[in-house]
C-alpha cells in the first residue's frame, strides 16, 4: 500500500527492501517458512493486519474469534485490567498462530504505542469505548469498536470529528450492516421501492431511565490482577466491587443517559432505520413514552418509533420500514416479512440468522486495505447515537425535547442541554 492511494506508509514495504538488499549483497542463503513467503496457501506477512485487543472479555471473546478466522490478521497483542483474562487471551491467540508471541498489557496506551500495530479491537465496557477510541485514532490506528460508541451528545461529535480529522478506518460494532436480509429491507426503503417513508420503527429493549448506582464496598485488589482505577477510567469514582467490574458496564449518571436499553440495544436497531433512510441526520422531535412507543420525527416529517411490542416473531433486533406503497420487517432470525411478494422482484436474499459479526470483521479488514468507507463508518453510528441519546434525555426529563441540527443542541432547553454532556475523571479529560 503506498501514499499514492491514501494508505498509510507501511513498514511492509521496508521488509521486502530489506530481503532484496540481502540477496543483492550477497548475503547468506536463510531458511526461511513458508508462511513467511506466502507459501502453502499462507498470507505473507507484507499483506497482514496486526491486530492489538483491549478489553477481550465476552462479547470481545467473541469478535476475537471472528478476527482470527481471517487468515490476513496476525494478532500481536491484548490489553485487559483483569489479570487471568489477559493470561486467557494470551493462551487463545498463540495456540492459534502456533507460537509464543502475543504480547499483554494493563495500560492500553503502552499497547497504542506499538508502531507495528495496523489496528485495534476495544471491546471493554461501554465507558471506555468512546474516549478509547479517539486516543487510538490519534495514535494512527484503525478501529473497530463495539457499541454502543459514545455515552453522550457532546462525545459522540467529537468522536465523529476525531475519526474524520484522523483519516482512520472506523467500524462501530453494528454488524447486522453485513447481514444480506437486513441491507436489502434497508435497500428497498431507500430506493423507494416502499414508495415514500412515512416510519421506521426500532426495537429498544426498554425505555425508562435507570441508575447503575453502587454496590456495597468490597477490599480493593491488587492493581496487577484487577485494575479498578483503570476500569473507571473517565467515570466518576466508586468503591470496587466485583461484581461492578464483572459486568463489563460501568454508566454513571444513570443508566437511562448514558446507556441503558435505548442506547445498549437500540443502537443496532436505529442504525438500521438510520440506513433505511438513508444515513440522514438524526430526528428533531423526540416524545416520552406513551403507549409504549416513544415517536421522533426527522426534518421531514417521517417518523422513527421506539416500540416494544406489536412484532411479527423474526428474533431479536427487529425493525420494521412503512413507505406509502408498502412495508417490510425483518429480525435476527435471518428472516423478512414483506407487504407484497412483488417486493422481491425475483431476487433470493439469504437468510443468515444469529447476527455473525464475521462478515462484518471482513468489511472492516477490507477497507483497512483499502481505505474505503465500512459499513458501520464513524458518521453513520454518530447519527445513530445521536437519535438514541436524545431520545435517552426525553426519556429521563418526562417530556418532549427538539434538537436544533445546526448546532447539536436542545432548543430553548438548559435542563436537557445539561444532559449533553458528562464530566470525565482526572486525568482523562482529552
Same mark, same amino acid.
Given at each position: 500500500m503506498s501514499p499514492a492511494t491514501g494508505s498509510k506508509p507501511s513498514r511492509r514495504a521496508s521488509r521486502r527492501a530489506f530481503l532484496k538488499a540481502g540477496l543483492a549483497a550477497g548475503a547468506a542463503p536463510m531458511i526461511v517458512p513458508s508462511s513467511a513467503l506466502g507459501l502453502d496457501g499462507a498470507v505473507p506477512p507484507s499483506e497482514r493486519i496486526v491486530v492489538g485487543?483491549?478489553?477481550?472479555?465476552n462479547r470481545g471473546g467473541y469478535d476475537l474469534g471472528c478476527f482470527l478466522q481471517q487468515p490476513d490478521v496476525q494478532f500481536a497483542a491484548v490489553?485487559?485490567?483483569?489479570?487471568?483474562r489477559r493470561a486467557h487471551v494470551k493462551g487463545v491467540v498463540d495456540k492459534h498462530h502456533g507460537n509464543a508471541a502475543c504480547a499483554t498489557y494493563?495500560?492500553?496506551r503502552e499497547l497504542l504505542d506499538r508502531p507495528d500495530i495496523d489496528a485495534v479491537l476495544i471491546a471493554t465496557g461501554p465507558n471506555w469505548h468512546g474516549l478509547m477510541a479517539m486516543l487510538a485514532a490519534k495514535a494512527?490506528?484503525?478501529i473497530y469498536c463495539e457499541k454502543p460508541c459514545t455515552k453522550n451528545i457532546a462525545e459522540t461529535?467529537?468522536?465523529r470529528d476525531t475519526m474524520h480529522r484522523s483519516g482512520v478506518v472506523f467500524q462501530a460494532g453494528t454488524q447486522r450492516r453485513n447481514l444480506p436480509h437486513f441491507a436489502f429491507a434497508c435497500e428497498l426503503a431507500r430506493t423507494g421501492r416502499l414508495g415514500s417513508m412515512k416510519r421506521v420503527y426500532a426495537h429498544p429493549a426498554g425505555m425508562r431511565a435507570m441508575t447503575s448506582g453502587w454496590l456495597p464496598e468490597e477490599p480493593l485488589p491488587d492493581a496487577a490482577v484487577d485494575d479498578w482505577d483503570m476500569y473507571l477510567g473517565p467515570a466518576a469514582w466508586r468503591p470496587y466491587n466485583g461484581r461492578t467490574l464483572g459486568d463489563g458496564f460501568n454508566f454513571e449518571k444513570g443508566g437511562g443517559l448514558v446507556g441503558g436499553g435505548v442506547l445498549e440495544w437500540g443502537s443496532h436497531c436505529v442504525d438500521l432505520c438510520q440506513w433505511a433512510v438513508n444515513d440522514c441526520p438524526p430526528? +428533531? /422531535?423526540?416524545?416520552?413514552p406513551k403507549n409504549d412507543e416513544l415517536v421522533c420525527r426527522y426534518a421531514d416529517g417521517v417518523e422513527l418509533v421506539f416500540r416494544e411490542k406489536g412484532w411479527i416473531p423474526l428474533g431479536s433486533c427487529p425493525v420494521r420500514f412503512e413507505?406509502?406503497?408498502?412495508? +417490510? /420487517?425483518?429480525?435476527?432470525?435471518?428472516?423478512m416479512v414483506l407487504s407484497s411478494p412483488e417486493l422481491l422482484a425475483g431476487r433470493k436474499v439469504e437468510e443468515i440468522g444469529g447476527y455473525p459479526a464475521t462478515f462484518h470483521v471482513r468489511d472492516f479488514l477490507d477497507c483497512v486495505k483499502t481505505r474505503a468507507k465500512p459499513k458501520g463508518n464513524a458518521e453513520a453510528a454518530c447519527n445513530a447515537h445521536l437519535a438514541c441519546h436524545a431520545a435517552n434525555i426525553a426519556i429521563y426529563l418526562q417530556r418532549?425535547?427538539?434538537?436544533?441540527?445546526?448546532?447539536?443542541?436542545?432548543v430553548d432547553d438548559e435542563a436537557a442541554n445539561r444532559l449533553r454532556s458528562e464530566a470525565r475523571r482526572e486525568p482523562w479529560f482529552a
Open positions: 485487543g483491549i478489553g477481550i472479555g490489553c485487559d485490567v483483569k489479570e487471568r494493563r495500560d492500553f494512527g490506528k484503525d461529535l467529537a468522536h430526528p +428533531v /422531535e423526540y416524545s416520552p413507505g406509502a406503497d408498502g412495508w +417490510v /420487517e425483518a429480525g435476527d432470525s435471518g428472516k418532549p425535547v427538539k434538537l436544533d441540527l445546526a448546532t447539536y443542541a436542545f
